[in-house]
T-cell receptor
Framework: KNEVEQSPQNLTAQEGEFITINCSYS?????LHWLQQHPGGGIVSLFM???GKKKHGRLIATINIQEKHSSLHITASHPRDSAVYIC??????????FGTGTRLKVLA | DTGVSQNPRHKITKRGQNVTFRCDPI?????LYWYRQTLGQGPEFLTY????????KSRLLSDRFSAERPKGSFSTLEIQRTEQGDSAMYLC?????????????FGSGTRLTVV
């Protein structure tokens, strides 16, 4: 079993839909990152969380430390949101363990 | 500063050849990381530098792999005698080295194809 599990692995949505991507982890963490990776391969950091909830534009990330679970929500989804979303957890001061990613496709 | 820069973006090489990738981190970041990502998987940790010191190497980093950061600025990752299984995206990231995860920034990666 992977230490970081994401669901779903693949997601297709219609433009405007509310999207939720889930991340569960089994190790003690110091921080959790949500990352976005586009087809070219470059990775952009969306959020870093250690507790609670963060919002940036149409993106909302939450984390429940006790349940070892985080969610990434996208409101009013748009085709440009199509990407792979990766959950990564920091297990120390520097090392990250990554989930395998959720491939999102938003159709116009 | 335009972020973490990796060169080349793409590299196609014949099996058995040596390849070298370069990573230029954000200038004030003293921590630098290399990851490898194969198709459909998340990145896997390879190695980590604090300034010029290589502080950890993953067991994924076989004897054919070597990484350096000679002056604590840019880093190189060399793969000797490449194999088809080395085909992957090699990602570099850097961070200021304060709070865990703070300022963690990835480069765009180098995609290696071994034919």
């Amino acid at each position: 079993k992977n230490e970081v599990e994401q669901s779903p692995q693949n997601l297709t949505a219609q433009e405007g839909e509310f999207i939720t991507i889930n991340c569960s982890y089994s190790v003690g963490i110091s921080a959790l990152h949500w990352l976005q990776q586009h087809p070219g391969g470059g990775i952009v950091s969306l959020f870093m969380l250690s507790s609670g909830k963060k919002k940036h534009g149409r993106l909302i990330a939450t984390i429940n430390i006790q349940e070892k679970h985080s969610s990434l929500h996208i409101t009013a989804s748009h085709p440009r949101d199509s990407a792979v979303y990766i959950c990564a957890v920091s297990i120390g001061t520097y090392k990250y363990i990554f989930g395998t990613g959720t491939r999102l496709k938003v159709l116009a | 500063d335009t972020g973490v820069s990796q060169n080349p973006r793409h590299k196609i090489t014949k099996r058995g050849q040596n390849v070298t990738f370069r990573c230029d981190p954000i200038s004030e970041h003293n921590r630098l990381y290399w990851y490898r990502q194969t198709l459909g998987q998340g990145p896997e940790f390879l190695t980590y530098f604090q300034n010029e010191a290589q502080l950890e190497k993953s067991r994924l980093l076989s004897d054919r792999f070597s990484a350096e950061r000679p002056k604590g600025s840019f880093s190189t990752l060399e793969i000797q005698r490449t194999e088809q299984g080395d085909s992957a995206m090699y990602l570099c990231a850097s961070s200021p080295g304060r709070t865990a995860g703070y300022g963690y920034t990835f480069g765009s990666g180098t995609r290696l194809t071994v034919v």
